[in-house]
């Protein structure tokens, strides 16, 4: 099942996970996520795999959101500690 938000006019379609970052990271402007806090939050504790999901996970949601996703504003890497909203 699709989420959508509506960006410079138009609508995006957004998976449930890309959704809920998109949520937390709005909810907690000014806070840097680490992956780990990212899969607590969004995975829940008892996930089993790779921190590198929440890369893969962000890189998709760029994509969608940013007009240059090469060059982020919405969502930002924070080198070295994770990411944060732009």
């Known amino acids: 099942q699709e989420c959508c938000v509506l960006l410079r006019g138009e609508q995006v379609n ?17 806070r840097v996520w680490t992956r780990q806090q990212i899969l607590d ?8 795999g790779d921190t590198k999901t929440v890369d893969v ?3 998709w949601l760029r994509k969608k959101l940013e007009l240059d996703p090469s060059l982020p504003k919405y ?3 924070v ?8």
């Open 14 to 30: 957004l998976a449930p996970k890309e959704f809920r970052l998109l949520e937390m990271f709005m909810s907690y402007t000014q």
């Open 41 to 48: 939050k969004i995975w829940g504790e008892d996930f089993v």
């Open 57 to 59: 996970h962000i890189r």
């Open 75 to 77: 969502i930002v890497t």
């Open 79 to 86: 080198r070295g500690f994770g990411y944060r909203f732009g």
